[in-house]
């Protein structure tokens, strides 16, 4: 037993390490492909009394805005048929906080920390990714284009390709970080706002957010959400993050990271499989905070059972 009663897991045969920014000059080195969701696993440092979380892949940490945000008015969390939708409102401590109180912890850990971020404009994003370049103890940035532009009439960043590829563009001139950005399922052409944001410099592509969804309280005739609609994730929206991470993977040539109801570690092989080079684990963390551990461990198994020595030989093996 190790300290803080963490057990120990010994060294694993199999090489699952996996380079996510090949085309940037420090590149983001990851010793495994499970990353955690931006908005289930906060900083990093709340569950980090559960288990070793230095034996995962990435830390991507809360959406983090400028300002501090209180978020949206409650509820925020509605339970629906295998999903959950939310409308938490990107509530967060903002920029400031983060660099003064949560920077300075990640710097002492083994492994990378993402931080996400989210903006209203394009001069949103271009000063947050100012801000945390150099700022020891963050290894990359991943960019939430699923928010509203307030100067576009409130359409998603990410639902528009020359919209998605004017904020990538930004970013990228703003910071020297490795550069992830996270797509939006609520697009009718995600392939071709994966192909713009590379074309714009991203390192790499992390999808699905969430889908936009609601619920309604029939007794009280009301909508459940206290804003109304929200974002729809769990293992009800897997298939068709999985479909969204198959057509992605075969338009891009840069490292596409799966995300959308993994809970096990077969969820985390099939989106390896349709492409993948890494997978984060979201929802999953609220019903077993264990959840990415138990993906990653159960990824060895199979690769050792499998007899695959490297994680890079399943990558697209589905792909037709
Ligand atoms: C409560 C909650 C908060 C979230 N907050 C963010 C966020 O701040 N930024 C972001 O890019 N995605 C956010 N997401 C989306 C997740 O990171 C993930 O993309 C989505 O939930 C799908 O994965 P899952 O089904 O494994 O949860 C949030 C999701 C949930 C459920």
């Not at 969701?37 to 990435?58: C, M, N, P, R, V």
């Not at 092989?269 to 993906?295: C, H, K, W, Y």
Request: net charge negative; glycine share 12%.
């Amino acid at each position: 037993m190790l300290a803080c009663g963490l057990t120990s897991r010994k060294e694993s045969p199999v090489n699952l390490s996996i380079q996510l920014a090949p085309k940037h000059p420090q590149g983001l080195l990851l010793t495994n492909p499970v990353m955690t969701a931006s908005g289930t696993f906060g900083y990093g440092t709340e569950d980090s009394h559960l288990f070793d979380i230095q034996k995962l892949g990435a830390i991507v940490c809360k959406g983090t805005t400028l300002e501090p945000r209180d978020g949206n008015p409650q509820p925020r969390l509605v339970e629906t048929a295998g999903g959950l939708l939310n409308s938490i409102g990107l509530e967060n401590i903002g920029v400031t906080a983060l660099i003064k109180e949560k920077a300075p912890i990640w710097a002492g850990w083994r492994i990378p920390v993402v931080v996400n971020i989210a903006g209203e404009t394009v001069d949103d994003y271009t000063q947050l990714a100012g801000r945390l370049d150099g700022v020891a103890g963050i290894s990359g940035l991943e960019v939430n284009i699923s928010c509203p532009n307030m100067k576009a009439g409130g359409a998603e960043f990410g639902a528009n390709p020359d919209l998605a590829a004017e904020v990538t563009a930004a970013v990228r001139k703003a910071t020297s970080l490795p550069v992830l950005v996270k797509l939006t399922p609520n697009t009718s052409d995600i392939a071709r706002v994966a192909s713009a944001v590379a074309e714009a410099g991203a390192d790499a592509v992390s999808l699905i957010n969430t889908l936009k969804g609601m619920a309604i309280d029939i007794t009280e005739r009301k909508p459940r959400l206290g804003s109304i609609t929200g974002g729809l994730s769990g293992p009800a929206i897997k298939p068709v993050a999985l479909y969204m991470v198959y057509e992605v993977a075969g338009a891009v040539d840069i490292p596409v990271v799966g995300c959308g109801g993994i809970a096990t570690a077969g969820d985390a092989l099939e989106f390896i499989m349709a492409g993948a080079s890494a997978i984060q684990v979201g929802t999953a963390s609220f019903a077993n905070p264990r959840a990415p551990l138990d993906v990653l461990e159960g990824i060895e198994q199979f690769m050792e059972k499998e007899g695959i020595n490297n994680l890079s030989e399943l990558v697209g093996v589905a792909r037709y």
